[in-house]
Nanobody, 114 residues
């Protein structure tokens, strides 16, 4: 079992930045780590993922604004969010797994005010 703990959410004005962090408790290196988000009344959607070898994948709405990175040795993943928009408001979930997301964090709220 892998536990994921997120941190770094909060309230921010549009145009500003936030950085999310997630730590995975695992004895083994996790291949895929990433972030998904869910806004009220909407389905959970991909934000960004990163594989152990460094391959990244971003949702279309965040490309060019968000950057995902990881510290593989520490099983940690980060999400640098720049130029935030009100439509980025959502609960952000850390995810981890081998090919897809098998484990989920409890979520951290990000609210962007206009």
């Amino acid at each position: 079992q892998v536990q994921l703990v997120e941190s770094g959410g909060g309230l921010v004005q549009a145009g500003r930045s936030l950085r999310l962090s997630c730590e995975a408790s695992s004895r083994f290196t996790i291949n895929l780590m990433g972030w998904y988000r869910q806004a009220p009344g909407k389905q959970r959607e991909l934000v960004a993922t990163i594989q152990m070898r460094g391959t990244t994948n971003y949702g279309d709405s965040v490309k060019g604004r968000f950057t995902i990175s990881r510290d593989t040795a520490k099983n940690m993943v980060y999400l640098q969010m720049n130029s935030l928009k009100p439509e980025d408001t959502a609960v952000y979930y850390c995810a981890a797994g081998s090919v897809g997301p098998d484990y989920w964090g409890q979520g951290t709220q990000v609210t962007v005010s206009s």
